[in-house]
């Protein structure tokens, strides 16, 4: 039926998306069919913004814990293979722009745009990291031991905890 919600996002975006875009586009008249940088950006996008969904309800629901109210340090699931997994995915949504970006032939066009503009973002998040682990030094104890043995920003497999290494070498 005219008039449901459909209709009215239809709309907005023939009206509001186009004009947005206009300067971006230049004079585009053509719209090419989608393509492996198309599907690239799009499951790069598509998966930076689960991470950052999901790290931030596993975030979200540990302070409401008394564990985070008594200093306890958050080491559960994206956690526990990145520091700061919501930063991650910031990052990897912007890169992921960089295939729409070739895809469509702004990379020759835009090349700060385009490449240097992720970059930096990508930069702004990982001094970012640096500055909440400055932070969370003063304010968790222990957290020490985090920065020794998980990835700052990219997921990876923790490192072996080095009381596990001595005890180890012990035997």
């Not at 239809?10 to 004009?19: D, I, N, Q, T």
């Not at 799009?42 to 931030?56: N, Y």
């Not at 909440?132 to 968790?140: A, G, I, N, T, Y």
Request: proline share 4%; hydrophobic share 40%.
């Amino acid at each position: 039926m005219y008039g449901g919600t459909e209709d009215y996002l239809e709309k907005f975006l023939r009206l509001h998306g186009r004009s947005s875009l206009r300067p971006l586009l230049g004079h585009c008249t053509t719209v090419a069919a989608l393509g492996i940088w198309d599907l690239l950006g799009l499951i790069g996008a598509l998966s930076a913004v689960t991470v950052e969904l999901v790290a931030d309800r596993q975030l979200r629901n540990y302070r409401e814990t008394d564990d985070y109210h008594r200093g306890g340090i958050f080491r559960r699931g994206l956690w526990k293979y990145s520091r700061h997994p919501n930063y991650f995915g910031e990052s990897l949504f912007w890169v992921s722009m960089v295939p729409f970006a070739v895809s469509s032939g702004m990379l020759s066009r835009h090349v700060a745009l385009v490449v240097v503009g992720p970059a930096l973002m990508a930069l702004f998040f990982r001094f970012s990291c640096r500055l909440m682990d400055l932070r969370s030094l003063q304010h968790r104890p222990g957290y020490q031991q985090v920065i020794d043995e998980v990835s700052a920003m990219v997921p990876w497999r923790p490192k072996r905890k080095q009381y596990e290494v001595q005890k180890e070498s012990v035997h």
